[in-house]
Each structure stands twice: as structure tokens, then as C-alpha cells.
């Protein structure tokens, strides 16, 4: 397959964010944003076909100007962390420092690769990790990169935009927000639909900047050898109707109707790859998702907080109990009863305790037996029209990838979902075989 050629890279401005050098605005970082220091950018691209008319003339230079226009509301993107070294206390703390020096914006074409080339495999082609800028960048490196990287990919028939974002600055909602905003700018819109907050929640008392004990020697690396290899990566489709067998199901099970549809999907995929892995029955199983913390704390933070706004959390279950009858109810209730765990208290102790003993994410925190989930169906991935057209798929970047590693989509067609699962080939091989799992699967 044809490889990538880098045609220009640009830095990008807020247009009109005039800050002179003694009034930088600085944005501190709660304990959610700041687990993420060691982990990988985050990484999502939209692919789009193009209509046989439309003329790409001046398509670069217009994404260009309206990721300016964007720039101008999402302001912190522009900026640069700042890593401040208490060598007294042996400590460190970490902001925002909203200094305009720019994102980057990176026009590369594929001569000779269709969008066809990138839908139709049943695994993703290697090369459609070159779609994204700043591959194998940490978070705290944002003190030099670029905390928002764009690159747009020229295909023959159609473009790939690759978004790579530093996730100490934001989540997967915040980043939606910022990917959904920018298309409606794009697409002519005078007014966003819903403008960002970009006060950070700190617990009453608390000294800002946050100071915890931290050495980029002994805490940004990461070891985890065997996560990094290159997996095989595919998706798996689930329509609307097969969504509502599968949940119906899960609670039927348990006799419950507490049980949610991305819960039983989960737990699904879940039993199918510890069949596959063929485990020792009596093993203890994990499987590490998010919580979102926005409507869980009392007041709720506002639906536009701009930040990180989410935690980790590990529901484990011996393989037996899983793959037995009833094992799609129980798996489910398992991860129902850990989330409604995770009460305002619960989550306000959760910072609390952070501030005493500060722990990261990184990809070696699972083992290869673990699974781990990331994205959510509510984001709107398809909506983004940036004038030509609502995009035909989306995939994640190399960053962050590891044996068992999820992300989770909406589909094309409403209420359905996709799961881009990476695991060995002989397992993702094994799942497409597995009858039990394909009867609710449709590609």
C-alpha cells in the first residue's frame, strides 16, 4: 500500500487571542487532568469521500481558517504546559499556560489509497496510523509540542482528518465538543452550539497550583513491553435492534431492568473473548472502563466543562461465572452496581485521596487478560459535516494501543454502535468464528 507524503506542516494562531507576554492567562489542572501526564495524546480521525464534483482547490486552506475561527473559542489548545520543579519539596505542578504559540496543522495526500481501501478490510490497514500527527508523543511532552495536532490526509476520493490532542487538556467529551464545534464553524455556522467552560472544579481548600511528587524518570516510563506490540485491529458493528435483544437479555438474567445497553454490549464482547482465550476457568478476569464524573457530582459540573472529567474503574469476575447461563446478566450487573459505586461521595474521596497519594494512567497499568474500554456511543462522530458531506467512518490512532483495548462509537445508523477492538489476530480470528457472539454482530 502507498505510503504517506507529507506535503506542508503550519502552525495554527487563535486568530483574535490578543494576550501580550505579562498577561498569559495559566489554567491549573484538577487531579483528573493530571493522571494523564504519562499516558499517550489522544487520537481520532473522521474519513470522508468526496462527491466526483467537488472542487479540493481550496479545501486545506479553508480547514485552515476555520480551525483559526475554532482556535479563537477553544483558546487552551493554542497553548503549552508548564512542568514547575519544588526541588525543596521534591515536587512538581503542572498548568496551562494559554500563550497563543499555536497548534499544529499538518497537509500530507496518499496517492494511490481510496477510502475503500480503508473501510472495506476486515482489518485496518497498518498505515492508517500515519494518518495522525505526533505519534509516540507523551502528555508531559506538551511543555514543548503542540497540545493539538491536525493532519489532513489527501486520499483519492477523499480526505482523513487525524485529531491528536494532549489529554492532560481534555477528555473524550471535551474533545467531541471542541471536533463538533469546529465543524460547524467549518460548515459556515455563525454561532457554536454549546461554548466551553473552562474553569477547572477544585475541592473546597485546596492551593492551586496542585503540588504532588513526581519525577519524569522515575514516573513517565512505562515498561509495558508486550502492550506495545502491533496488534490487529477491526470493528465490530451492532445494530440498534440487536442492541435491544442483548440488553433485554442481560436483564432477563438477573431479573433486573437496571442494566444498560452499552453494559450487556460490553459484557458480550467481554465472555466472547474469554471463550476464545480459552482461560483457566477459575482466573480472575478484569475489565478497566471509564466513569464519567459530570452528572455524578453534587451540583453537577456543567455539560460544557472544558477538562477532564473522568476516572478508571476495575470490575473483576472469576472467567467461570462469566462464561456460564447467565453469565451475560451477571458480567452486566457486575459493572452496573460498580458504576452507581461511584457516588458524588465516592468520587470527592477519590480527588482527596489523589492529593495523598497521586497515581497515573499509563498503558502497562492492565495485564494482557485485561480488557480496557475507551470512547462512549454519545459522542456525535458522524454529525460532523465540515461542508462536504457527514463522514463514513472513524478510527483511532496508534496511540495508546494495546492488546485489549477498546474503543466504542456510535454507528451510522442511529442507536447502533461499534466496538475497534485490538487484540492478537488468532483471538480477533477466534472471536469472528464464535457463534454465540456473531449472532448480535452485523459486520
Known amino acids: 500500500m502507498s505510503s504517506i507524503k507529507i506535503l506542508s506542516t503550519t502552525t495554527i494562531h487563535a486568530s483574535n487571542h490578543n494576550l501580550s507576554d505579562s498577561t498569559y492567562h495559566t489554567i491549573h489542572l484538577t487531579p483528573w487532568d493530571l493522571q494523564f501526564l504519562p499516558f499517550g495524546f489522544n487520537q481520532k480521525?473522521?474519513?470522508?469521500?468526496?462527491?466526483?464534483?467537488?472542487?479540493?482547490?481550496?479545501?486545506?486552506?479553508?480547514?485552515?481558517?476555520?480551525?483559526?475561527?475554532?482556535?479563537?473559542?477553544?483558546?487552551?489548545f493554542t497553548g503549552r504546559l508548564k512542568i514547575t520543579t519544588e526541588h525543596e519539596a521534591n515536587t512538581i505542578s503542572c498548568s496551562i499556560v494559554c500563550n497563543n504559540e499555536g497548534a499544529l496543522f499538518v497537509h500530507a495526500v496518499a496517492k494511490n489509497i481510496s477510502v475503500a481501501d480503508i473501510v472495506r478490510p476486515t482489518y485496518h490497514p497498518p498505515i492508517h496510523h500515519s494518518f495522525f500527527a505526533l505519534n509516540g508523543v507523551k502528555?508531559?511532552?506538551g511543555t514543548s509540542q503542540p497540545l493539538l495536532a491536525i493532519q489532513v490526509t489527501e486520499l483519492v476520493d477523499g480526505i482523513f482528518i487525524g485529531f491528536t490532542v494532549n489529554h492532560v487538556i481534555v477528555d473524550g467529551t471535551s474533545f467531541?465538543?471542541?471536533?463538533?464545534?469546529?465543524?460547524?464553524?467549518?460548515?459556515?455556522?455563525?454561532?457554536?452550539?454549546?461554548?466551553?467552560?473552562?474553569?477547572?472544579?477544585?475541592?473546597?481548600?485546596?492551593?492551586?497550583?496542585?503540588?504532588?511528587?513526581?519525577?519524569?524518570?522515575?514516573?513517565?516510563?512505562?515498561?509495558?513491553?508486550?502492550?506495545?506490540?502491533?496488534?490487529?485491529?477491526?470493528?465490530?458493528?451492532?445494530?440498534?435492534?440487536?442492541?435491544?435483544?442483548?440488553?433485554?437479555?442481560?436483564?432477563?438474567?438477573?431479573?433486573?431492568?437496571?442494566?444498560?445497553?452499552?453494559?450487556?454490549?460490553?459484557?458480550?464482547?467481554?465472555?466472547?473473548?474469554?471463550?476464545?482465550?480459552?482461560?483457566?476457568?477459575?482466573?480472575?478476569?478484569?475489565?478497566?472502563?471509564?466513569?464519567?464524573?459530570?452528572?455524578?457530582?453534587?451540583?453537577?459540573?456543567?455539560?460544557?466543562?472544558?477538562?477532564?472529567?473522568?476516572?478508571?474503574?476495575?470490575?473483576?469476575?472469576?472467567?467461570?461465572?462469566?462464561?456460564?447461563?447467565?453469565?451475560?446478566?451477571?458480567?452486566?450487573?457486575?459493572?452496573?452496581?460498580?458504576?452507581?459505586?461511584?457516588?458524588d461521595e465516592r468520587l470527592?474521596?477519590?480527588?482527596?485521596?489523589?492529593?495523598?497519594?497521586?497515581?497515573?494512567?499509563?498503558?502497562?497499568?492492565?495485564?494482557?487478560?485485561?480488557?480496557?474500554?475507551?470512547?462512549?456511543?454519545?459522542?456525535?462522530?458522524?454529525?460532523?459535516?465540515?461542508?462536504?458531506g457527514k463522514p463514513v467512518g472513524v478510527r483511532s490512532g496508534g496511540s495508546n494501543k494495546r492488546n485489549?483495548?477498546?474503543?466504542?462509537?456510535?454507528?451510522?445508523?442511529?442507536?447502533?454502535?461499534?466496538?475497534?477492538?485490538?487484540l492478537p489476530c488468532e483471538i480477533l480470528e477466534a472471536i469472528r468464528n464464535d457463534p454465540e457472539f456473531m449472532d448480535v454482530v452485523s459486520y
Open 404 to 422: 485489549g483495548k477498546i474503543y466504542v462509537y456510535a454507528g451510522v445508523e442511529d442507536g447502533s454502535m461499534d466496538l475497534e477492538v485490538c
Open 176 to 343: 467531541w465538543h471542541f471536533i463538533n464545534s469546529w465543524a460547524e464553524i467549518s460548515k459556515g455556522c455563525l454561532k457554536i452550539s454549546k461554548l466551553p467552560t473552562f474553569d477547572r472544579w477544585f475541592s473546597k481548600g485546596i492551593e492551586c497550583p496542585i503540588r504532588f511528587p513526581f519525577t519524569i524518570e522515575s514516573r513517565y516510563n512505562d515498561n509495558d513491553e508486550e502492550g506495545k506490540i502491533n496488534f490487529p485491529e477491526r470493528v465490530f458493528h451492532f445494530k440498534k435492534e440487536s442492541i435491544a435483544k442483548l440488553k433485554f437479555k442481560a436483564n432477563l438474567e438477573v431479573g433486573t431492568k437496571n442494566i444498560s445497553s452499552l453494559q450487556a454490549i460490553f459484557t458480550h464482547i467481554w465472555r466472547s473473548i474469554i471463550r476464545c482465550k480459552k482461560l483457566d476457568p477459575q482466573a480472575e478476569v478484569k475489565f478497566v472502563l471509564d466513569i464519567g464524573i459530570r452528572p455524578r457530582l453534587i451540583p453537577p459540573l456543567p455539560e460544557d466543562y472544558f477538562g477532564n472529567a473522568v476516572i478508571d474503574c476495575v470490575v473483576s469476575i472469576r472467567a467461570d461465572d462469566l462464561l456460564k447461563d447467565g453469565g451475560l446478566g451477571k458480567g452486566s450487573l457486575e459493572m452496573n452496581k460498580m458504576i452507581v459505586l461511584h457516588s
Open 348 to 388: 470527592k474521596n477519590h480527588y482527596e485521596n489523589w492529593l495523598i497519594t497521586p497515581s497515573f494512567v499509563t498503558s502497562g497499568m492492565a495485564n494482557s487478560d485485561s480488557l480496557v474500554i475507551g470512547g462512549s456511543p454519545w459522542f456525535d462522530v458522524y454529525g460532523n459535516d465540515f461542508g462536504w
Open 45 to 76: 480521525g473522521l474519513l470522508y469521500q468526496h462527491p466526483f464534483e467537488l472542487d479540493r482547490t481550496n479545501q486545506i486552506q479553508h480547514l485552515k481558517d476555520s480551525l483559526s475561527s475554532t482556535l479563537d473559542i477553544f483558546w487552551p
Open 139 to 141: 502528555n508531559y511532552e
